[in-house]
């Protein structure tokens, strides 16, 4: 019964945003709001409705004030944005801004974040997909409460019931006859069967409304089957969710494009992650739902599956899978597909584990082609849920910095982020952990709509020559552990994949 009147409320789901990653719930970016660099970090809320925690800190101390609104990226909801919510700035910090938003639902939502300042005004729209995740327990004082409540009514109509059969026809001040005694007494047997029986049969019935319930509202990864075609060719079938064709309007199922890419495939060898593939499966024609790709050479292992989608909403799904492979001889890499090399895990782990920062595998990778990409880690340790720039450098062989780094798929760099447990995994880019075609959709519709001014700018130009041999990616590592880095820049025509095992401390 108890149980049953903990599950008497409203349950209230918990948030997680699951865009092109897995088990990495904060957003993390940076770019240009106008002529003000802003780094934000959006801490998403445990329930739904719930608050999610926005801090900003502006590069430029021009900046006067912020203000946020959380919206939908597409459909109407995108059209028609509430009145912003301004930001607190701190007062030791005057370039630190910090405030809250409420996320009513899930869905694919952008927060745009308004800047004024000495430069005028100027807006960016960074994209937030929230999803609930699980269920949050009643509270305990709340379902003590209320069961209290329920035995107080449970006695109260046992009692009433039982003394209208055994009085309800006496004259007042007279007594009950011993037979009306009893007949009082079976009432109340009787009331105690039927009620318990209907909170028994009530509970039951409880139950199974909150699973269905729960079952609709918490987010699923689309099931992802993996095979293996003669020929070394990997067919790739998405089944379908009920959480996202339940949300046709805010998140629907069409795909679009990703940095040129329908779909991301990271295929990595575990557990010593020791072989990392970054390949672009095609849609098989005919069907919506099925990519292939053929396999460059692999050699045979275990491999985790990592398959980054954004939909039309910009929406972004990480599917996740594994599969055992033979040597496959496979095809030569070509266009974006890229492949690395890296020590196994197991040899480093042992000096993780002993937690010294300085026994990780080395900052300075030497890349096959006699390159060199360093880490420039900065004296303070990395610990959890903390903004951290992740900055890297790619020299010559020479060890002067590379000057023929140019973009890849669009970017100046990639990073890929998994945890040795696998339990976490982020594709992040210079621009943050946002799905880069969710951010351009969040930008065209703030710059269309009747509130953006137009001045959205964002830092991912394409860049069609040269670019910098720095790169650095605004990310916070979820949660303590260690953690293996693949970090991908383009130099001459060539994918350079550096690879970093970092420890994160609580
Ligand atoms: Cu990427």
Known sequence: MRRWIATLTVLFFALAPCWA?????????QGLAGPYHLAVTIRTPAMIPGVAFVEIRSSDPGVSSISVVPLYIVGAGS??????????????????????????ESGSWQVRVQANGAQGAGEVAIP????????????????????????????????????????????PGQDPEPNQKRRGRWVMAG??????GILFFGNMWWNSEARAKALAMIYKTPPLNVSLEAGG???????????????????????IPDHGHLMHLFLI????????????PELVPGSPNTFSVDLPHVPIGHYQLYADIVRESGFPDTM?????????????????????????????????????????????????????????????????????????????????????????????GHAEIIRTDRSVFAHIHPNGSVAMAALELAQKNSAA?????????????????????????????????NYRMFVQIKRAGRVETGVFDALVTQ
Do not use: C
Request: cysteine-free; aromatic content about 8%; glycine content about 6%.
């Open 21 to 29: 990653h897995f088990g990495s719930p904060d957003v993390y970016f």
């Open 79 to 104: 059209k028609y944005p509430p009145p912003p919510d301004p930001l607190a700035q701190s007062k030791e910090d005057p370039q630190f801004f910090s405030g809250k938003i409420w996320l009513m």
């Open 128 to 171: 937030v997909p929230a999803a609930a995740r699980n269920t949050l327990p009643m509270q305990k004082s709340l379902g003590l409460l209320l069961f209290a409540l329920m035995t107080l009514l449970f006695l109260a109509i046992v009692s009433i019931l039982g003394a209208a059969r055994r009085e309800g026809t006496l004259e």
């Open 191 to 196: 009331t105690v069967v039927i009620v318990l």
């Open 233 to 255: 060719k990997m067919v790739l079938r998405m089944g379908d969710s009920s959480w996202h064709s339940n949300r046709p309007e805010t998140v629907m199922t069409k795909l």
């Open 269 to 280: 060898r575990v557990p010593q992650m020791d072989r990392f593939y970054h390949l672009h």
């Open 320 to 412: 996740v899978a594994e599969i055992d492979l033979p040597d496959i001889p496979g095809v030569p890499l070509t266009g974006d597909n890229s492949d690395a090399s890296a020590p196994p895990l197991t040899v480093y782990e042992s000096a993780l584990r002993a937690s010294a920062p300085v026994t990780e595998k080395g900052d300075v990778e030497v890349l096959p082609d006699g390159s060199r990409m360093v880490w420039e880690r900065g004296p303070i340790p990395l610990s959890a849920n903390h903004f951290v720039w992740l900055r890297f450098r790619l020299e010559d062989s020479q060890g002067k910095p590379a000057n023929d780094v140019e973009p890849y798929m669009g970017m100046a």
């Open 449 to 481: 709509s009747a509130h953006g001014n137009g001045s959205a700018t964002m830092d991912m130009q394409m860049p069609t020559d040269k670019i910098s041999p720095e790169v650095s990616f605004p990310y916070g590592f979820p949660k303590p552990g």
